[in-house]
């Protein structure tokens, strides 16, 4: 990844206020020293380009044939990856994986045109301890997709990429915290 991309996506994080240093309470219990919400940078027009610049070439060199991810997180960065690709004349359609299926219409589980074999490739804002990106791959698996590759923005290092490692996929993050707390 070229690495002046990955110093403007941190500091635009910073300058926006997407990634904020203090003490925040987790809603998954604990505190953290920093607090990252990828919404509002995927949401900022410059963001949101900013990560499609980065995250295309890692989804295309998985092989993939389409982008997905869980909503509500991965909804700006797989609409991005996706208008990005087809103004590089590498179209790549989206797919959004709910939270549960629809209660109506299709009572569909994933939005998007979808393929038995569809080689797939999954994003997320923030991977920590990896559930909702294990919810999207399970059902993406469900419809005979095959995952190429997992990639976040932001990997907090609390078990959640080390598991998607663990269970076979390839895992990749533009910024990665330490345990300190440092975004790097």
Do not use: W
């Amino acid at each position: 990844m070229p690495e002046k991309l990955i110093k403007r996506i941190k500091q635009l994080a910073l300058d926006i206020g997407a990634l904020q240093f203090g003490s925040f309470a987790l809603s998954a219990g604990g505190t953290s020293s920093y607090y990252f919400d990828g919404r509002i940078l995927t949401l900022n027009p410059e963001g949101s380009y900013l990560i499609a610049k980065a995250i295309l070439p890692l989804v295309t060199a998985s092989g993939a044939q389409a982008v997905a991810g869980p909503t509500l997180g991965a909804d700006p960065i797989v609409a991005a990856v996706s208008l990005l690709s087809y103004t590089e004349n590498t179209p790549m359609p989206g797919l959004i994986v709910r939270n549960r299926p629809k209660g109506h219409g299709t009572t569909k589980s994933i939005e998007g045109k979808i393929q038995p074999g569809m080689k797939v490739a999954v994003v997320d804002d923030t991977c920590t301890s990896g559930k909702n990106i294990f919810h999207a791959v399970a059902e993406l698996e469900k419809e005979g997709c095959e995952i190429t590759a997992i990639f976040s923005i932001l990997d907090r290092n609390e078990g959640g990429s080390k598991e998607i490692r663990r269970r076979g996929y390839q895992f990749e993050s533009l910024l990665s915290a330490t345990s300190e707390g440092i975004i790097e």
